[in-house]
Antibody
């Protein structure tokens, strides 16, 4: 059974930083692109970033470029998102999501970790 | 980055049929098609269909998807109370090198 378990969220002041983690199990982690997708309270889904199987390619939504960094450790079956210079508008549930590259979809989602940016 | 366009809300009666639409452009929906996700309040999204009309195992045949040009559609037949949820479409945008989502459609089953 595929499982994605996020951690690392919390309350942080504007300008602060967090490191989000995602522990993956139940599949060959090194075989999939992985993404972070966020959802602000009461709002829709917003893709944040993704990373290729070997970490050689990374893509970001414009609003987080230069502030967020996605990474992975295939030996630990883990995905990370370093979030810096946080703003109020970054407040959201952050989901770790497995991509199916060939079928063009997000096929498995974690339960998410809440990041709240507030003073 | 521009997203996909969905109607904010749709209301239909029990056992009726609802059709939700998702409009993009030739770089996303028109290129590789769209996937559909269902999200119940307080839960993460769940994949309903991909590559326009392929369903993961366990997804009811009452859910079917299609695409015409730059518009993808999700049809839900025989609406049930448990179908009341938010529905999102997604697609990879080859021009933006980014995933894009629709704003979501809130489906109410009367």
């Amino acid at each position: 059974e595929v499982q994605l378990v996020e951690s690392g969220g919390g309350l942080v002041q504007p300008g602060g930083s967090l490191r989000l983690s995602c522990a993956a199990s139940g599949f060959t982690f090194s075989g999939n692109w992985m993404s972070w997708v966020r959802q602000a309270p009461g709002k829709g889904l917003e893709w944040v970033a993704n990373i290729k199987q070997d970490g050689s390619e990374k893509y970001y939504v414009d609003s987080v470029k230069g502030r967020f960094t996605i990474s992975r450790d295939n030996a630990k079956n883990s995905l990370y998102l370093q979030v810096n210079s946080l703003r109020a508008e970054d407040t959201a549930v952050y989901y770790c999501v497995r991509e199916d590259y060939y079928d063009g979809c997000f096929d498995y989602w974690g339960r998410g970790t809440l990041v709240t940016v507030s003073s | 980055q521009a997203g996909l366009t969905q109607s904010p809300s749709v209301s239909k009666g029990l056992r009726q049929t609802a059709t939700l639409t998702c409009t993009g452009n030739s770089n996303n929906v028109g290129n590789q098609g769209a996937a559909w996700l269902q999200q119940h309040q307080g839960h993460p999204p769940k994949l309903l269909s991909y590559r326009n009309n392929n369903r993961p195992s366990g997804i009811s045949e009452r859910f079917s998807a299609s695409r015409s040009g730059n518009t993808a559609s999700l049809t839900i037949t025989g609406l049930q109370p448990e179908d009341e949820a938010d529905y999102f479409c997604s697609a990879w945008d080859s021009s933006l090198s980014a995933w894009v989502f629709g704003g979501g459609t809130k489906l109410t089953v009367l």
